[in-house]
């Protein structure tokens, strides 16, 4: 008698919101050939037919339970290494596996793999001699560039190992890059849209954050540029971060993981002091930055322009403005000599608590209504928008000045003053002139990342002004003009401030000397009820929930169990 096949068995997770628990089902002899980990899939669940994805196949069904068949095989998804990566990022942001392994999984259904690519080493001029030197070992290096620098050469140093996965934050800059490297002849796939050539291997990939889930079979090194972007963490939860994705799928592949910023993250420093250019080339690849001191501005000179920024206004082309005043939180001013509200203890901002106190909403240190400046107890929060400075603008200059918002593209043709919140900046392709009216309101914004949300934001602006030889100018109007922020960017040296902001988060036990995470919703409470780590409350009704490491934390996560009632679970969370 000529013995069976044994059957095979798969195990499914189904993309239902509701459903966390794994099925297994039969593959028909049919579909043998095309059931991977990671096979694309749809399958009864009750009455309804829904999609999922094999995250398991063996032989052993449970014993007397008959299974259904799966339905059909929906085409690739992601390999069986991407999957357990997935799984890994599931756990580290404690949420479910299905919405990881949509990310990871082609936008339509691939049902054929094109032919692979030569998947050979790519040599190509010029190469960046210190990415070069990064990539020349298994590990995480970081590599510190300017604002202008051309990242082409960094991702042809990291292809000379053979084919790499590129995140690039912005998903414009990335479209870019991709066609230069074409026009090199390298062999590239742009993620999502290429996602089957990727899978059939031998091409380097490229995409924006999604792309670190993305195939890449001969995987040689993994580079992400702009690590410090926000961009590159999903809002949703699970609150994936993709440079820490990049970090854990290089190690587990034993390549190397090179992280470029112009401003690196306490994050990204962790693995190492970072390579850098030298003083001079740094330098060259800043533009020319004026600092605007406000603080003994005359009261009839307190407007929202100064009459530096006025000059300039007049004669330059393009210029763009930046206030970002549109959030709700808006720092506090003394209402007779206009500085900022300051925590003495940490620099962070106060907030008015009561009548009588104010208090950080960094550290929580309170003290009495009273300005430190200048003795003043009276506070305001008021002060002008973009609306009405576009207005103001226009009288004061005589000619039409554009508002720019993120949905009203670029300003039009002929028009030489913009004026708009950060999304300006991504709106303008470049500028002569880039002034924030007002910094203050980035480096007082009530979130642990403000110092390095307003470093990346002067970076964004430095990068539409080009090198220095390009004669570009990033005007700050501040009334704290030796921030260590602010310093760091007028001499390019983005580190000025790491030290400070290093013993400031070690002092307060905040990331990345603490793994964090937030639970909010009307589940929260109970939910941390059952955590034995350290768990706090804050003011809007959200959780604070710490540990040493992210291991402790989210092994505490994991196993608690979770609330019928609303839950979100943030883990490093970008706005506290
Ligand atoms: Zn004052
Ligand atoms: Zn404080």
Redesign the pocket.
């Known amino acids: 008698l000529a013995s069976e096949p044994p059957p095979l068995v798969a195990r499914v997770v189904v993309d239902q919101a509701a459903i966390t628990k794994s099925f297994d089902y039969l593959i028909p002899d049919a579909w043998r050939d095309q059931a991977r980990v990671g096979t694309l899939v749809r399958v009864g669940l009750g009455p309804r037919r829904v999609g999922g994805w094999i995250t398991e196949l063996g032989h052993q069904a449970p014993d007397g339970v008959a299974l259904r068949p799966i339905a059909k095989v929906t085409g690739w998804g992601p390999s069986a290494d991407v999957v357990d990566l997935c799984r890994w990022a599931a756990w580290r942001w404690a949420g479910r596996l299905a919405p990881v392994l949509t990310v990871a999984s082609p936008p339509v259904a691939v049902r054929a793999l094109p032919p692979a690519g030569p998947g050979t080493a790519f040599r190509s001029e010029p190469a960046h001699a210190g990415a070069l030197a990064a990539v020349a070992q298994p590990g995480t290096r970081v590599l510190r560039t300017t604002p202008a620098e051309d990242i082409v050469p960094i991702l042809v140093a990291a292809m000379s190992r053979g084919p790499i996965l590129a995140v690039i934050a912005s998903i414009d800059r990335a479209r870019l890059v991709v066609a230069r490297l074409r026009r090199l002849g390298a062999p590239v796939a742009s993620v999502p849209r290429d996602w089957a050539l990727a899978a059939a291997g031998g091409h380097s990939v490229i995409g924006a954050r999604a792309a670190v889930f993305a195939p890449c079979p001969d995987l040689a090194a993994v580079v992400v540029i702009d690590e410090h972007d926000e961009s590159l963490q999903e809002e949703r939860t699970p609150t994936w971060h993709a440079r820490e994705v990049a970090i854990e799928r290089a190690r587990r592949a034993g390549v190397p993981c090179l992280l470029v910023s112009s401003c690196p993250t306490l994050e990204a420093l962790r693995s190492g002091e970072p390579i850098t250019l030298s003083r001079s080339q740094e330098r060259a690849g800043w533009p020319i930055v004026d600092i605007v001191d406000r603080s003994r501005d005359l009261p009839s000179e307190s407007g929202p322009i100064s009459p530096t920024l006025v000059r300039l206004l007049r004669t330059e082309h393009p210029v763009v403005c930046v206030l970002n005043r549109t959030g709700s939180a808006r720092s506090l001013r003394c209402g007779s000599c206009g500085q900022p509200g300051v925590?003495e203890?940490?620099h962070?901002p106060v907030a008015q608590l009561d009548d009588s106190t104010l208090q950080?909403g960094?550290?929580g240190?309170t003290r009495p209504v009273v300005c430190l400046s200048c003795g003043s107890t009276r506070f305001s929060a008021r002060r002008p928008g973009v609306t009405r400075i576009r207005a103001e603008l226009e009288q004061m200059l005589g000619e039409p000045v554009a508002e720019v918002t993120a949905t009203t593209g670029p300003p039009p043709a002929g028009v030489r003053v913009a004026i708009g919140t950060e999304a300006v900046l991504h709106q303008v392709g470049d500028a002569a002139v880039v002034a924030f009216l007002d910094i203050d309101d980035e480096l007082l914004a009530p979130r642990l990342r403000a110092n390095e949300l307003t470093m990346a934001l002067l970076v964004r602006a430095a990068r539409l002004l080009g090198p220095r030889t390009s004669g570009g100018r990033l005007v700050v109007q501040t009334r704290q003009p030796h921030h260590e922020v602010l310093q760091a960017a007028v001499l390019a040296e983005p580190d000025r401030f790491v030290a400070a902001e290093r013993a400031m988060r070690t002092d307060l036990w905040l990331p990345p000397s603490s793994a964090l995470a937030t639970a909010s919703g009307p589940g929260a409470e109970s939910f941390v009820a059952q955590l034995s780590i350290a768990v706090s409350g804050s003011a809007d009704g959200q959780f604070l929930i710490r540990a040493d490491t992210h291991q402790e934390l989210c092994d505490a996560l994991a196993a608690a169990g979770r609330p019928t009632a609303r839950l979100r679970l943030d883990v490093d969370p970008w706005r506290v």
């Open positions: 925590c203890r940490c962070g950080c960094r550290c240190t």
